[in-house]
T-cell receptor, first 112, second 114 residues
Framework: DQQVKQNSPSLSVQEGRISILNCDYTNSMFDYFLWYKKYPAEGPTFLIS?????DKNEDGRFTVFLNKSAKHLSLHIVPSQPGDSAVYFC???????????FGPGTRLSVLP | EADIYQTPRYLVIGTGKKITLECSQT?????MYWYQQDPGMELHLIHYSYGVNSTEKGDLSSESTVSRIRTEHFPLTLESARPSHTSQYLC?????????????FGEGSRLTVL
């Protein structure tokens, strides 16, 4: 059973608009979350993280929101750029040292 | 920028061959991982190591084996490759296993078994 879910396999957004990628988790012990970006034939690169003591973390065009009660987080990209087109993975872990668990990813296409 | 390297990047081999995928990192990280990823699917942890001479199997069953004789080196071996082993293999390292740590990934090795 998937502990980390990304229910949208793909998303298309116009350049300059906001991209919102969603992630849901089932394990209530998860308290640390990361977003990774992956281009084809490359390894994932770290984007942004959030700890459960926060509900928002911002880094430039990227903002992650965490709703612990709903076990839901989202990544907002504003403004979206064509170079943002990639697969985005959500990952989760807990403070007890459990290895990171990844979702299946969402393919984002930013159209010029 | 992360200093973690994987070779080969691409490999096409025949069934029954033995292969080793290399992974090296220069960050001095104790923890290293191998993930397997098929297109459109999540990354599945197949092996991990928390230090020299320590290796564990991950969540996804795998016929591969690993070794950790040196901190910086974590090779993955398939004794007899089969078409079902066709996949992308991603090596990663971190300071922490979870918590507030971050995984640094190599560029991946894409294996095709004919």
């Amino acid at each position: 059973d998937q502990q980390v879910k990304q229910n949208s396999p793909s998303l298309s957004v116009q350049e300059g608009r906001i991209s919102i990628l969603n992630c849901d988790y089932t394990n209530s012990m998860f308290d640390y979350f990361l977003w990774y970006k992956k281009y084809p034939a490359e390894g994932p690169t770290f984007l942004i993280s959030i700890s459960s003591i926060k509900d928002k973390n911002e880094d430039g065009r990227f903002t992650v929101f965490l709703n612990k009660s709903a076990k839901h987080l989202s990544l907002h990209i504003v403004p979206s750029q064509p170079g943002d087109s990639a697969v985005y993975f959500c990952a989760a872990s807990d403070n007890y040292g459990q290895n990171f668990v990844f979702g299946p990813g969402t393919r984002l296409s930013v159209l010029p | 920028e992360a200093d973690i390297y994987q070779t080969p990047r691409y490999l096409v081999i025949g069934t029954g061959k033995k292969i080793t995928l290399e992974c090296s990192q220069t960050m001095g990280h104790d923890k290293m991982y191998w993930y397997q990823q098929d297109p459109g699917m999540e990354l599945h942890l197949i092996h991990y190591s928390y230090g020299v001479n320590s290796t564990e199997k991950g969540d996804l069953s795998s016929e591969s084996t690993v070794s950790r004789i040196r901190t910086e080196h974590f090779p993955l071996t398939l004794e007899s490759a089969r078409p079902s082993h066709t996949s992308q293999y991603l090596c990663a390292s971190s300071v922490e296993a979870g918590g507030s740590g971050e995984l640094f990934f190599g560029e991946g090795s894409r294996l095709t078994v004919l």
